[in-house]
């Protein structure tokens, strides 16, 4: 077994620490060559310590500056960059086989490209690309012969319960529809009137799983479960309608596709990230992840639901954003990130992120996009319309 050389973009977070994790259980085959971050220069030090990549890269210049000053002092031969440009040169470098792509929101976009670009293995959970410029991106990783694997719980479940090879044909393999579920984070049963209340605090307490605080908000407004539709409508090939949402408290099964035949095909385990990363990291092969195996008598119970879209907006503005079509999802992608940043500064109340959504999606019309370029810019008008929002008076949210 040849070792593969790893680069992961966004390694001080929640995924990258879990990838990490998973790494340091496989030194015969795995090869730490970059880690990237913001600004997070502690956790990036004693990765560095751990890992003694080739490369570390914070986004943040002063951030950069820091780290080499540290990396010097504890003698430690990692060389620090630092800038956007820098984030895709790690990820695109001959030497590496392959990228784990988790950098949160928007910013994933260039490096995740340049993986792709270079025709690597592309780890994906920086879902946001995929609703920012699936088709743009899926076209990038055929072209190029990358390698694309899903990183996130459901779509790692859907394609682990497809068949191996799928293609996208959904007649020629029998499959009928696919099930993704959510847990239903932690509002699925606090009133409408409450949640007008709820804390940024509260919003980042999922009930079953540890994530980045972004992730979280999206998780507690369900934009998560949106941003995943339109994500596996990339990935699977699948029309809105044959992705049917399930509220699945427990977070046990992680999703499933459902065959013509009658068959419903699951992924089941702890809620526990390292269990996807391992998969996509060793795949076709299995390694072990640290995961505890699912005690299924302790589970003992599993419930459905279907989801609320009249709690959730933000569940039905995913499907009207990819009903649109265009740079619709790129659209309400950025007016959500602007809106849970000001939300977790308590600059707007929980229940105002669909509402800005919204109103950023009736302002921006979408329209068709070719290139990555398109993205960026529509990404940034949309941001701007978000910003006006928060910043003006007498906006009723
Ligand atoms: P996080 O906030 O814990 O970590 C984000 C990482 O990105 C950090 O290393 C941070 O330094 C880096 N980063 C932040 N802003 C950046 C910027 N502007 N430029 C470059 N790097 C930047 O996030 P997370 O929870 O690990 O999520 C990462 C991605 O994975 C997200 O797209 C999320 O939707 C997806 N995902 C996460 C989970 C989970 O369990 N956490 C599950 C499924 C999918
Ligand atoms: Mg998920």
Redesign the pocket.
Known sequence: MPVRNITI??????????TLDVVARHPDRYQVIAL?????IGKMLEQCRTFRPLYAVM?DLDSAENLRTEVNKNGIETEVLSG?KS?EKVASLPEIDVVMA????A??IR?TFSAALAGKYVLL????TLVMAGHIFMNVVKENHATLLP???EHNAIFQSLPRGFTGNHSKDGVRRILLTASGGPFRETSLADMKRVTPEQACNHPN????????V?SATMM?KG?ELIEAHWLFDAAPEQIQVVIHPQSIIHSMVEYIDGSVLAQLGNPD?RTPIAHALAYPDRIESGVEPLDIFKVAQLDFESPDFSKFPCLRLAYKALALGGSAPAILNAANEVAVEAFLKSQIPFTAIPKMIEQVMEVIKPKDIFTLEDILIVDNLAREAAYERINSEGIDF
């Open positions: 973009l966004g390694s001080t977070g929640s995924v990258g620490i879990s990237t971050a913001n600004k997070s986004l956007v984030l988790a950098i949160v929101g910013a994933g490096p959970a920086n879902k946001e990183i996130d719980s799983w540890v994530m980045g605080q972004k992730i979280s999206d998560n941003l990230m």
